[in-house]
């Protein structure tokens, strides 16, 4: 199948740059719109709003980069806990900007399960409905990310 330019080069700022290392499709071989297509399809089979999600991650990311470094309790059960990194990232989407580097890093304490979410990862779920591709170090699997952060919770 032939692309335009304009998806030829989205297709090549998603893969492996100097910016994000591995990409943001990981090992995924399914096309981007596949990708989308089938996160969307789990969250509406599951009933859950992908704003709700997007809200959870936001006030978890800024929980736990307000917290300099020092745990911090997201919910009973789940804390968080931010490394921050020097420099910024670029958006693969053109138009998106760019990014403070940092990583929140959310835990389950019950299973050890971990959500690393970005300020680029939540722009691209927001804005794109791009939860990243399967393999990506910062995917976020967003039925896991719904249970753990419950945003229909209190």
């Known amino acids: 199948?032939?692309?335009?330019?304009?998806?030829n080069q989205l297709n090549d700022s998603l893969g492996p740059t100097k910016f994000s290392a591995e990409g943001f499709?990981?090992?995924d071989s399914r096309p981007l719109d596949e990708i989308v297509a089938d996160d969307?399809?789990?969250l509406d089979n599951a009933g859950i709003d992908k704003a709700l999600?997007?809200?959870?991650l936001k006030?978890?990311?800024g929980a736990a980069r307000d917290a300099l470094g020092a745990e911090v309790e997201i919910r009973p059960g789940v804390s968080?806990?931010?490394?921050e990194s020097m420099g910024r990232i670029p958006s693969p989407f053109r138009g998106d900007g760019v990014f403070a580097k940092g990583?929140?890093?959310v835990t389950e304490k019950s299973t050890g399960h971990r959500l690393i979410v970005t300020a680029l990862g939540i722009n691209l779920i927001e804005n794109h409905a791009l939860?990243?591709?399967?393999?990506?170090?910062?995917r976020i699997e967003p039925l896991e990310a719904a249970r753990i952060l419950d945003p229909l919770g209190p």
Do not use: C, D, T, W
Request: proline share 3%.
């Open 1 to 7: 199948m032939k692309h335009s330019p304009h998806q």
């Open 25 to 27: 499709l990981g090992s």
């Open 40 to 42: 969307r399809r789990a």
């Open 53 to 56: 999600l997007v809200e959870a």
């Open 59 to 61: 006030k978890a990311f």
């Open 80 to 83: 968080a806990v931010f490394h």
């Open 103 to 105: 990583e929140a890093v």
């Open 131 to 138: 939860f990243q591709g399967k393999g990506s170090r910062y």
